[in-house]
């Protein structure tokens, strides 16, 4: 935690140090929970369900999580940061959020039905879809997130987010209990989204005031749209990215390939809380670091760029290791295939993680209009691996195309964007030479070390 003081120190400052860390501080001890909790939860289901039901499930899952970005809009960083700056167009700036955020749910649920329609989807599998899908509507109230996080409070946030997910884990146990039909399995997930949709309203008017104050002003709409639209596209085209490998896997190999497949991508993607929580709670004061000083800003960004090598590092080593014990007691037998696949795709964390950092950097540079490209060109190269490793390999042919993807956009394809782009790819290159980085945190050890002292 000290660690963790030190660099957020470094970004914030002692002016906001203590607002920053008490943020931080939340978001972790919720991620925790949350990590404990669903980890237990999806291992317990994953084993009583077997890999052919719990890939059907999963299958669901990611089939409407590639459309989730029509939902999103891209709003949560450019809104954020228009409350930062904008605070007294609030009331204005969170109702107009919001009906966009309801109108692109809806035009995502149209989505999601036709799509189904053309993949062929049966009946059980489409139910599930529709239903996960209805949520994703519910969940439009959710951009109050947005004033919580412009002013570092997101501890009501956490609460929200923590009671919706022990409503859906106890949901799941009862279910695995009674034996129940896996399209219940898709209203657990509706009563997550009403539960943390519920809590942040209550919130919300306990410390704001009501939702019914909130308004639409047309030319904000125009004015987010402008911002958020090459968000829209490129979260998209990430969606794709990020959940088109279980719908391929689905279609070319079968659904308990996918249950393999799931089980070592929940494994290995339950740890992007850590770079989440440490981004969003400094992202605000990035923000003003950003109008101070181009040179300070750049500093900052370089040293989140150290932390989230150090963060991946520590995880993926270890967890490659380890990767076949693990799964067979976590588990299993059953899922025998899926320490290969667990071993090779937890290194996608070390790219995903900086991938995280730069993300936020472009909409504060206003660079968010290149995104499409980049993503665009990943989901493509994607695709097209899935394609030939799948048929070749199995589950491990994807977890190697999703690897190959993500260093694409991180470290390919935003070279022949801009200078800004390569500066930000001469940053990440920096931070991956083990050679200045372990200086570097050693030089961060021992202001630890200069902080306990001063105290």
Known sequence: M??????????????????????FTWLLAERLLLMAVTMVVGIYVARNLGPQKYGVLNFAISFVGIFTAMAELGLANVVVKELVNHNERHTRLMGTSFLLKLAGSVVMFGAVVIASMLAKADWQESMLMYIIASGV?????????????????????????????ILLSVAKIVMVV????????????????????????????KIKGSIFQWSFDKSIAKSLFYDCWPIIISGLVVSIHMKIDQVMINQMIGSTEVGYYAAADKLSRVWLFLPTIIVSSVYPVLIKYKKQSDELFKKQLSRLYDVMVVLALSIAIPTSLLANWAVHIIYGP????????????????????????????SVIERQQKYNPI???????????????LINTYGVIGAAAATLVTSVVN???TPVFI???????????????????LIPRIFLYLRKINTMKSVR
Not at 137 to 164: D, H, P
Not at 422 to 427: G, T
Request: aromatic residues 16%.
């Open 178 to 205: 009674m034996g129940a039909p896996l399209l219940y399995f898709g209203f657990a997930y509706l009563l997550r989204d009403l539960m943390q949709t519920i809590s942040l309203i209550y919130f919300y008017r």
């Open 418 to 436: 801009n200078h800004k782009y390569r500066e930000q790819v001469k940053l990440i290159l920096n931070s991956l030479n083990i050679f200045t």
């Open 374 to 388: 980049i993503q665009g060109v990943g989901a493509a190269v994607n695709v097209s691996l899935n394609f030939v």
């Open 334 to 361: 059953e899922y025998i295939k899926t320490g290969s696949v667990l071993a090779l795709h937890i290194w996608t964390g070390l790219f995903v993680f900086m991938g995280i950092v730069r993300g936020n950097w």
């Open 2 to 23: 000290n660690f963790f003081k030190v660099l957020i120190s470094k970004v914030s400052r002692q002016e906001t140090l203590k607002k920053v860390t008490a943020n």
């Open 410 to 412: 991180l470290l390919v």
């Open 137 to 165: 509507i519910i969940s439009s109230f959710q951009s109050i997130r947005f004033y919580f996080q412009s002013q570092v409070l997101s501890k009501y946030e956490a609460i929200a987010r923590t009671s919706g997910m």
